[in-house]
């Protein structure tokens, strides 16, 4: 097992955002965690990731206890952690964000990884000296990812790579992270676009608020009654759901890409 | 005209002093949003230590490595005991409160001000000590009416070479970009990699450093120090920072460099007595019409 979070617990102060949470990434496989708004979706992918501490349990990465790890030293295992939102360094280059994507990587490796990266996205090769603060949305989530790309990923944390982008985007990045798994990258997805994230993962788990309420291979979860209900509940349900992402945002989602 | 060049290689040569403790300001400010108000009396150590490095190297080391080889080491000498009392302060009067909030911080460093300018007075004396001639480069190159001391020009070629140092480091540099993202997004820049307490480090231990070579030619150039300088020139270098655009790199040093001027030019056509009157009505003056400063933080963020 790469990656086992076994019986995990989070707090802020005394709102308990994720309870005895366990989990597995095995393999090259893309495992999904879905659910609502407020679930505890990014606070597990922080606490893997070192940026919230945990209260109880443990995070065993490839026999290492990440959880006793700074942030910076989970990185640098390759444990890539792509925030929601993007996060890209808005005053920064788009070629400056590219570098500190490989961060404490040799000179040589970063330049491979970079000509890689502007392969897969041409469209920020074509802008890398270009302020990423000025790229648009679906530019910056490709810078994003691409970013994570730069220190070869050894595990990749996703955090709603979908939020607040055209659906012709959406389908791009899905592509894109299909792509990023096939070449041997596992993939931890979380993502409220449940069709989505459905579509390309192996593994899925539902988390309602703070808690593990459903697992399984993610077309058994697909066929699932309760999550066709709650989670896949046809058109008007998606269309209200990215109403309700956009208003969170502020964002809405961007026709230029 | 000689006056205005006279006044012009004096602003200078006294905006050099400020810019270089602006630096320090602006690079904490830009990391933490924290105003480190012990950074005057950092300076004002630096000088004390360069004072003392050159009185007491001058009696061993002075004949053997002439007056050049004595400046090397006393500059040197200033630098790192003044980066290492600034890593000390980070680690003893910051770090232990940064979770508690930045006013917290601010206090402390009021309180670190004052504690050191308090040592400095313990340690030396609280009356005014005279850096001497043996140990100041005293040549001058006399061009017709008009007269440039070799000290100044050590000061201004000084400032330019490390500032644009610096400038380079942090701007077109990877461990550069990296100190701009932690600056920007302390969550997302670790999640590069980075790490914090190293960018921290390199501020608390680069602003000092700085502050201690500006110490030691402010010593040179006036010829005489004491416990109270740090807080003066603290203020007026802060004022730079304020005015270049605090948390801006270039911004203290343009802001450094036009207080300097500013001051030289009242001094020379107005009245010295004056000067400190233009530099804060210059302040309120840049505070009403463009509060981010002459240079102020770029803002690029789209919504």
Known sequence: MLLKVDNVSVSYGAVEALKAVSLAVSGAEIVAVLGANGAGKTTLLKAISGLVPIKSGSILYDGQKLHELPAHVIARLGVVHIPEGRKVFATLT?????????????????????????????????????LAGTLSGGEQQMLAIGRGLMRSPKLMLLDEP???????????????????????????????????????????????????????????????????????????????????????????????? | MLTFIQQLLNGLTIGSFYAFVALGYSLI??????????????????????????????????????????????????ALATAGAGLVIERVAYRPIYPIGRLPAVVSALGMAIFLSNLIMAVWGPRYLAYQESFIPTGFWQIGEFRIRILQVLILVSALVLLGILYFVVEKTTFGAAIRAAALDRETAALMGI?????????????????????????????????????????????????????????????????????????????????????????????????????????????
């Open chain 1, 94 to 130: 788009v070629e400056e964000n590219l570098n500190l994507g490989g961060y404490g990587c040799a000179k040589e490796e970063v330049q491979k990884a970079k000509a890689r990266v502007f392969q897969l996205f041409p469209v920020l090769k074509e802008r890398r000296r270009q």
């Open chain 1, 162 to 257: 979908s939020l607040g982008l055209a659906p012709l985007l959406v389908d791009q990045v899905f592509a894109t992270i299909l792509q990023i798994n096939k070449d041997g990258v596992p993939i931890l997805l979380v993502e409220q676009n449940a069709r989505k994230a459905l579509s390309i993962a192996n593994q899925a788990y539902i988390l309602e608020v703070g808690r593990i309420v459903l697992a399984g291979a993610a077309r058994e979860l697909a066929a699932d009654e309760r999550v066709r209900q709650a989670y896949l509940g046809g058109v008007t349900y998606e269309r209200r759901l990215r109403a309700k992402e956009s208003r969170a945002t502020g964002n809405t989602p961007d026709p230029r890409g």
């Open chain 2, 29 to 78: 400010y830009a990391i933490l949003k924290l105003i480190n108000f012990a950074h005057g009396d950092l300076f004002g150590l630096g000088a004390y230590v360069g004072y003392t490095v050159f009185v007491y190297a001058f009696g061993v080391i002075g004949g053997a490595l002439g007056l050049w080889g004595l400046l090397a080491v006393g500059f040197a000498a200033a």
């Open chain 2, 195 to 303: 790490d914090f307490l190293k960018v921290i480090r390199f501020a608390f231990a680069m602003g000092p450093a700085l502050g201690a070579i500006a110490g030691v030619f402010v010593g040179m150039y006036y010829r005489q120090i004491n416990f109270t300088m740090g807080w003066v020139y603290g203020l007026k270098a802060f004022t730079a920072t304020i005015m270049g655009g605090i948390g801006n790199i270039p911004g203290a040093m343009v802001g450094g460099i036009l207080l300097g001027l500013l001051e030289a030019m009242t001094a020379g056509y107005i009245s010295a007595a004056w000067k400190d009157v233009f530099v804060f009505a210059a302040l309120m003056l840049m505070l009403i019409f463009r509060p981010t400063g002459l240079l102020g933080e770029k803002v690029a963020e789209k919504v």
